[in-house]
Structure formats: structure tokens, C-alpha cells
């Protein structure tokens, strides 16, 4: 069974690694053909960085591989043999978090490099040293307190109840609502400074189009992201009267009034559609797959791994096969995504009047250029990775017709993620 379970993980390693290798043969190839959506110096920017993007993540596959077979073969094992408590529950939540603090530290690398070696070459790092430290302290404390309650919650299920796959599968689902409903507060606690809309026409215009959609909100908000990072965003997060819409000041400075109001209107058609708690259904649907799986392991594992099947075990394979499920229902969330973008961007148009589909593509186009998308892709990345159409696509949709010079480079091949 060990043998089993380290084979589909290497499986599903070496075809990540794959699709990341067919892209950057693809980028390399068209980078430097007729440019599209982009000038050419920029197109050929936003091709390098796409190619360096995923090298990284290249090397950053093999090395979570190598941890992996760490943790199977002595990682779990040396936890185990190591970390003693009389209270089984302390037991249970310092050997699981144990696991988590070490994967943290092992990450660290990675985030560093990508942050302060690959974003600040391309122009998008904001951020200082000192607050990049400031923040992952935070996130891993907040990692720490919650992590462990969540350890506990699932200790007490196992411990009590027969069918304890189906009720921390209940648990667990009710955890990831309750994140979604309390992210906007966390993150503006913590993180970004959160100011009320100064601009009372934009204000007026963003209040008149939610409730056009039946879209309650305690306010429209300004956050400094522009400290951190320099690309632009915005979102809707929480439920009920908790929800918030919050723009990323670096949209509001990129964007016209009409073009922000079409991307606006874009994530109002999702709320209307009720993509949202569609999401949530295939994360739960997700999360139903994994805690089935992982709730009827043969003892055999455990023998083989020379472990006692203990909870926190059993946490511990759930928290290190999660991204092979999540690689496995990618595709699947992807084609529903992709569907409901395209509804979202027809909503989108239709908020914004007689020229929403123009303001909606105006909106588009700057979002490519200023995040640096590089807005063509191979059809298999888009397979495994993409959430969003293709932004050609999209443009096609709206009725914008992009001419490019080079045919060659839109033939069924030409596809972005925005």
C-alpha cells in the first residue's frame, strides 16, 4: 500500500512538472513571434516572467517530492518517536503542527525568492524585507492558533464517533465557510489597511449597480495593496451583511471610473449566478473525496511505514495528499469556472449599458499589460491550471476582435488566465 500511495504521488509529480515543461516550450516559442494584447517589448517581459514562474515552480515540485518521501519513509515516524505528552490531545495537535511548522520553514526559500528575486526583477514587489518578515510571523501564529483548534476539533471526531471520515469532512467544510466569511476582517485586520471609497461618485455609481443585483454590502472599501505588490485586483469577500467590496488601490489608480465599474459588474455576476457557493460545493465535494479515502486506509500502511494509526497520522496523510486531489479536480473546477467566467463577463457587459462590452475589454487589456500576463498558454496548462478562459477568448466573446500579425500563434494555442 506505502508503494501505492508514493507511486500516484510521483505520478502526479511528474505530470505537473510536464505540463510546466510544455509551457515554457510553448512561451519560448511564441515570445518572440508578432505580439498580442502587449507591445513587444512588454509581451516579450511578460514571456519571460511566465517562463521564470514556472522553473520555479519546476524546482519547487522536485523539492516538495523530496519531502514527500521524507515524511513517508522517517519524517512522520521521527515526530512520533520525538514529541511526548501525557495529554493525548497536546500529543495529538504538537505532532501535527510539528508537521506544519516544519513544512512552513521548508517553504520559506521559496517564498523569499519568488518575492524579493523574481517579483522585484519584473516590477512587481512592493514589499520591504521587514514587512515581508512582519507578515509571515503573523500568518504563522494565526497558523499556529487556529491550526491547532482545527487539530482539535478533528482529534475529538476520530476519537467519538464511528463514522469519523463523514463528520470532520462536516467539520472541516464548515471551517472553509466560516474562513471565506472571515477573511475580509482578518485580512484587513492584519494586513492591509482597509480605508472607506473617498470618491462619493464612484461610491454612488458601485452602490447604484449592486442594487441592480440584489447585492448587500457593509461598504465599498480602499486597500493599500500598492505597498506590497504592484498589480491590481480587487474582491467581494464574506456572507450576509458581513460582505464587503474591496478594491485594490492600484485598480482604482489604472483604471478608468467605467472600466473598474465593468470589472465591478463582472464580480457582481458571479454573486448574482451564485458562483460562490457553486465554488464552495466542488471544494466540498472535494474535501468528501479525500476525508472518504483517507478515513478507510488498510492497516497495512501503517505497518509498512512502521507507525502507530494514531489521529494525528491520519491528519497528517490528509494534509500531504491534498494537492494531488486538488490536481486531480482541477480540470473539473476549471471547466465549471471557465463557464461561469463567461456569464460573469455577459452579466458584466450588460451592467455597464450600450459600451459595458467595450469597458469590460478596455478593462481586460489592462489588466494583461499591468499584471504582466502573458496572455498566450498551452492548451494543456490550461487543462490542469486555468480557473479563467482564455483572455482572447473572453475579448471574442465581448466582441473584440484582436488582430494579431502572426497567425500562427492563435491557432487554438493562444490562451491567457486573468
Known amino acids: 500500500m506505502l508503494m501505492t500511495i508514493v507511486g500516484i504521488y510521483t505520478f502526479y509529480v511528474l505530470v505537473n512538472i510536464y505540463t510546466s515543461v510544455m509551457q515554457i516550450g510553448y512561451i519560448n516559442q511564441v515570445k518572440r513571434k508578432a505580439p498580442v494584447l502587449l507591445g513587444a517589448t512588454d509581451f516579450l517581459k511578460a514571456g519571460n516572467y511566465a517562463v521564470s514562474k514556472e522553473k520555479l515552480a519546476i524546482v519547487s515540485s522536485f523539492f516538495d517530492y523530496l519531502v514527500f518521501i521524507a515524511w513517508m519513509g522517517v519524517g512522520v515516524k521521527a515526530l512520533q518517536e520525538n514529541i511526548h505528552f501525557d495529554n493525548s490531545v497536546l500529543l495529538n495537535i504538537a505532532i501535527v503542527m510539528g508537521f506544519v511548522i516544519v513544512n512552513s520553514l521548508l517553504s520559506l526559500p521559496f517564498g523569499y525568492y519568488e518575492k524579493f528575486v523574481l517579483d522585484k526583477e519584473f516590477g512587481f514587489n512592493k514589499s520591504s524585507v521587514g514587512l515581508w518578515i512582519k507578515d509571515t510571523l503573523i500568518s504563522f501564529v494565526m497558523t499556529l492558533v487556529f491550526g491547532s483548534l482545527v487539530v482539535w476539533g478533528i482529534y475529538a471526531i476520530i476519537t467519538n464517533f464511528t463514522l469519523w471520515w463523514l463528520w470532520s469532512f462536516v467539520f472541516i467544510f464548515a471551517v472553509v465557510i466560516m474562513i471565506n466569511m472571515l477573511y475580509p476582517a482578518f485580512r484587513a485586520m492584519f494586513f492591509d489597511k482597509l480605508t472607506p471609497l473617498e470618491d462619493e461618485t464612484l461610491d454612488s455609481e458601485i452602490k447604484i449597480l449592486m442594487d441592480k443585483t440584489g447585492f448587500v454590502s457593509s461598504g465599498v472599501f480602499v486597500s493599500d495593496a500598492s505597498k506590497r505588490d504592484a498589480r491590481l485586483n480587487a474582491y467581494f469577500g464574506g456572507f450576509g451583511k458581513a460582505k464587503r467590496v474591496v478594491l485594490f488601490d492600484t485598480l482604482i489608480e489604472k483604471l478608468t471610473t ?52 494514531e489521529p494525528y497520522v491520519l491528519m497528517i496523510l490528509l494534509m500531504l495528499f491534498m494537492p494531488v486531489l486538488g490536481f486531480v479536480m482541477m480540470p473539473i473546477m476549471g471547466i465549471v469556472s471557465r463557464h461561469n467566467e463567461y456569464e460573469a463577463d455577459r452579466m458584466g457587459s450588460e451592467l455597464g449599458g450600450p459600451a459595458g462590452a467595450i469597458e469590460l475589454a478596455n478593462a481586460l487589456q489592462k489588466l494583461v499589460t499591468e499584471n504582466k500576463s502573458f496572455p498566450l498558454s498551452h492548451p494543456l496548462y490550461i487543462f490542469f491550471h486555468y480557473t479563467h478562459p482564455p483572455v482572447l477568448e473572453r475579448l471574442k466573446e465581448l466582441g473584440v476582435d484582436i488582430k494579431n500579425g502572426d497567425s500562427s500563434a492563435l491557432e487554438g494555442k493562444c490562451e491567457a488566465n486573468i
Open 258 to 309: 467605467k472600466e473598474l465599474l465593468a470589472v465591478l459588474g463582472h464580480e457582481l455576476g458571479h454573486f448574482a449566478h451564485g458562483d460562490i457557493y457553486k465554488n464552495i460545493a466542488l471544494v466540498g465535494g472535494m474535501l468528501f473525496a479525500m476525508f472518504g479515502i483517507f478515513g478507510n486506509l488498510p492497516e497495512s500502511l501503517y505497518l509498512e511505514m512502521g507507525i502507530a494509526q
